[in-house]
């Protein structure tokens, strides 16, 4: 009797120190980034080091970089930079990949050693052996910095503190990390894109965290960024970028002042005079203003 009391007790404790072990948590991925496809082609970037800024919203571990390409040559190191360096740009490097030859399409490439990174700004940065590698870019919007740097000499563990601005610019380049999802509450934010003056419907830098709704309208422009983990969701637009122009009524001899036909752009500026009359239409987002002179008519 004894001896199946002890077997038994022997058989209970290994279950409950199996119970009681904590559940493994599962990890949540996340871009930090650009992962669309843009628009306009790039190259002639051998012999320098590129980099572009990005948003961390929360603590996660850097796993691979993703660069797109569209005419593969030589090889490539992909890296990513603190905002140490001057006015808030590329710094200290942090992470690294290996160098590897190019091919046309996405290429994700692994870091050397994954590092946990705190919630903030950082530098995703190229480095291309070959001028002729060709990419794609935007000029709409994102901040970017370059340095001359021999490939050979591999990813310059500080960036500089006198680097070349290349703003307006963003390229299909993207970071993949990854965070526990019991930590992660990431709230939606509005990217770049947001209040900018746009002369087409924005396709990059819609939101700097969370995920990204179909853009719609026709200039104006909405979307959403939606937060996951209870994070919550951001509303965003962007404005259609008009030149400022005149309407019918300009130049027209007339009695009194004119209060239609004014514009056939903008928004009109209230009139000034008592014949001629003048005023100015102004464009959105900063565009040209068009002056209006409208005589008066002599009877």
């Known amino acids: 009797m004894n001896t199946v009391r002890v077997l038994l007790f022997s058989l209970v404790i290994p279950l409950l120190s199996v119970g009681l072990a904590p ?144 703003t307006p610019t963003t390229w299909s380049f993207y970071a993949t990390l990854t965070s526990s999802s019991g930590n992660v509450v990431v709230n939606g934010a509005c990217g770049s894109s947001n209040g900018a003056g746009l002369t087409g419907a924005p396709t990059s830098n819609l939101c700097s965290a969370g995920t990204a709704s179909a853009v719609t309208g026709a200039g104006p422009w909405n979307w959403t960024c939606a937060g996951f983990g209870g994070g919550t969701t951001a509303s965003c637009s962007a404005l259609l970028e008009v030149n400022g122009s005149c309407g019918s009524a300009n130049g027209v001899a007339v009695t009194i002042a004119p209060t239609k036909n004014l514009c056939a752009a903008g928004g009109a500026s209230a009139f000034s005079g008592t014949g001629p009359w003048t005023g100015n239409f102004a464009g959105t987002k900063g565009r040209r203003t068009a002056p209006f002179p409208a005589p008066f008519a002599n009877t």
Do not use: H
Request: hydrophobic share 40%.
């Open 23 to 166: 559940a493994a948590r599962a990890q949540a991925t996340m871009t930090i980034g650009d992962a669309n496809l843009e628009s306009d082609t790039d190259s002639g970037n051998g012999g320098m080091v590129l980099a572009q800024e990005a948003a961390l919203t929360v603590s996660a571990t850097i796993e691979s970089l993703s660069f797109y390409v569209t005419q593969a040559a030589g090889n490539v190191v992909l890296g990513i930079y603190d905002a140490t360096g001057p006015r808030g740009g590329p710094g200290k490097l942090l992470a690294v990949t290996s160098s590897f030859a190019a091919t046309e399409g996405w290429n994700r490439a692994n870091v050397v050693r994954p590092v946990l990174l705190a919630a903030g700004n950082y530098w995703l940065a190229y480095l291309p052996s070959s001028g002729n590698l060709g990419f794609l870019k935007q000029n709409d919007s994102g901040n970017c910095f370059y340095k001359t740097q021999r490939f050979s000499s591999g990813m310059p563990a500080a960036f500089s503190t006198s680097p070349s601005t290349c």
